[in-house]
């Protein structure tokens, strides 16, 4: 992953989340030790 500033972050983990009261899943790009590098918001898992 590439940050902003042009810096690359190895990913580790991949983790797909939902919040309750909601419809929609995120997926998390997360380091070795859970730290979010970055996420995206979808309205179906599949996506």
Avoid: K, W
Wanted: proline share 0%; net charge negative; with cysteine.
């Amino acid at each position: 992953m590439e940050t902003d500033d042009g810096q690359r972050q190895q990913i580790y983990i991949l983790a797909i989340c939902t919040y309750d009261q909601t419809d929609e899943y995120y997926l998390f790009a997360c380091d070795g030790e859970f730290n979010v590098l970055g996420d995206t918001v979808h309205s179906t898992v599949e996506q």
